[in-house]
């Protein structure tokens, strides 16, 4: 056996191998725990757009017609309403109408359901970043666990 094909070896007290099995142990629970949270987060948001019973635009650039519950949804809806409000306005946002414009509550009243949508698909956002996250993490707790020996393994 060649130098670059030994296997290395670490001799860990048994203290300390219950201490990283306990690591491995702590980043398996804590990774699978930030994937259930991710999902139950996304689940969550999906299902209050759903209730909502909002529908695509049919002249949005993507998605028309589909009904909003994810994501890629939710910014073709937000999209589509900002497209609407400019036309409607001549191209002036809110803050560029003059206080008597009779446009003025309806581009208001786009640019409140904008942000709606967007805190939906940061919501999205966040959770798919816990569900990688807890892969990640439960990946590593795993992988240390089995890279330490068990309790009853000699050395």
Do not use: C
């Amino acid at each position: 056996m060649t130098a670059a094909m030994a296997t290395p070896s670490v001799i860990l007290s048994s203290r300390k191998a219950g201490v990283v099995r306990l690591i491995g142990i702590l980043g398996l629970v804590g990774g699978l725990a930030f994937l259930l949270v991710g999902g139950l987060g996304w689940t969550t948001v999906s299902s209050q757009l759903s209730d909502e019973d909002i529908t695509v635009a049919e002249d949005a650039s993507f998605l028309g017609g589909a009904p909003v519950v994810g994501p890629f949804s939710a910014y073709a809806q937000a999209d589509i309403i900002n497209h609407h409000a400019m036309e409607a306005s001549g191209g002036k946002t809110y803050a560029q109408l003059e206080q008597d414009d009779p446009t003025r509550p309806t581009v208001m009243t786009a640019s409140l359901l904008r942000a709606s949508l967007f805190t939906s698909i940061l919501a999205f956002g966040v959770s798919a970043f816990a569900m990688g996250v807890g892969v990640l993490v439960a990946l590593f707790g795993w992988a240390i666990l089995t890279l330490v020996p068990g309790k009853n393994a000699t050395v």
